[in-house]
């Protein structure tokens, strides 16, 4: 009877083992199948964003658009409208706003986004400081034809550059080329053509809230991702402002909420002398406005260092 007893006890307590085990491997599958789902999850969107990134990266570089809603005849400025050949073929637009002093001219390259009419602001500024502007709109922005491209934009930026240069038969040493965010790159890129050839580079370069390169800027943007990898798009200007034979004037916000402060800084650690990292407050579109004073006085300060003195 004893016997009998144990042997049931031990039958018993060993079911009971191995349910326990059982109930513990079933439970470990558990978790591996609900982590696997998540990881799966995770893969998938992953791969949707990694390829609607690839399709889209145009759209997501250039944001133009067509109606030019002012004019700097609104802000009773003169000015003309210029049309201008690019090598490849379409036809770019922009404005010639003469200035009374006629200290120097700006070349201005403006953003990533709107057109040359949301610009108004800063050519104004530059008007106030005695200097000239052209300023255009890059294939596919306002009027101009085409669509654009980073080839195309260095087209464009070429095109102005030998319009003022061939046409307006300005020296280059009364030309200060300066760009906003992706214009920051399309100045560094003209500032930095004629390295061995001191006596065609501009007077001074200025890169406003601009980066590094793309991919930086992506990977900036996307940091869990290795997006940099599949950028098609490169606007190196950390690898071209080395060449670059002016004065330069790197001007960026820290509390820029675009691109970081950090690629500002970068331009300005690359940069040959002479140069000088003016620092604003404020966000990427408004860091000159809510510094305007300051703003203007480094702007006139750098004319005065980098243009002929006036007579």
Avoid at 78 to 95: A, C, F, M, N, R
Avoid at 213 to 242: G, H
């Amino acid at each position: 009877m004893r016997i009998s007893r144990a042997l049931k006890k031990f039958v018993w307590g060993g079911t009971a083992v191995a349910d326990e085990t059982q109930q513990k491997v079933g439970f470990r599958h558990s978790l591996w199948r609900m982590a696997w789902r998540m990881i799966r999850i995770v893969l998938i969107v992953v791969v949707v964003m990694l390829i609607f990134f690839i399709g889209c990266q145009s759209r997501i570089m250039y944001h133009p658009t067509r109606e030019l809603e002012d004019t700097p005849g609104d802000l009773s400025l003169e000015y003309q409208d210029v049309w201008l050949e690019t090598s490849d073929g379409p036809k770019i637009h922009g404005w010639w706003v003469p200035a009374d002093r006629n200290r120097g001219t700006v070349l201005f390259f403006h953003g990533n986004a709107g057109n040359i009419s949301h610009r108004l602001a800063t050519i104004a500024i530059f008007h106030s400081l005695g200097m000239n502007v052209l300023i255009i709109d890059y294939r596919g922005y306002g009027r101009s034809e085409g669509k654009p491209t980073e080839d195309g934009t260095y087209r464009d930026a070429e095109a102005a550059w030998a319009y003022l240069v061939n046409e307006r038969k300005i020296p280059p040493e009364k030309i200060v080329v300066f760009g906003r965010s992706l214009g920051g790159a399309l100045a560094v890129y003209i500032a930095s053509q004629n390295h061995d050839q001191p006596q065609n580079s501009p007077a001074g370069l200025i890169a406003e809230s601009s980066f590094t390169s793309a991919p930086d800027m992506a990977a900036s943007m996307i940091p869990l991702l290795p997006i940099r990898w599949l950028v098609r798009f490169k606007y190196n200007s950390l690898e071209r402002i080395p060449n670059v034979r002016c004065p330069v004037l790197i001007v960026h916000s820290q509390d820029d909420d675009l691109v970081p402060y950090k690629f500002g800084q970068s331009l300005y650690a690359a940069a040959g002398e002479p140069k000088k990292l003016v620092t604003l407050e404020g966000g990427h579109n408004d860091g000159f406005i809510l510094c305007e004073d300051e703003y203007v006085e480094q702007l006139d300060d750098f004319f005065k260092e980098c243009l002929p003195k006036e007579k």
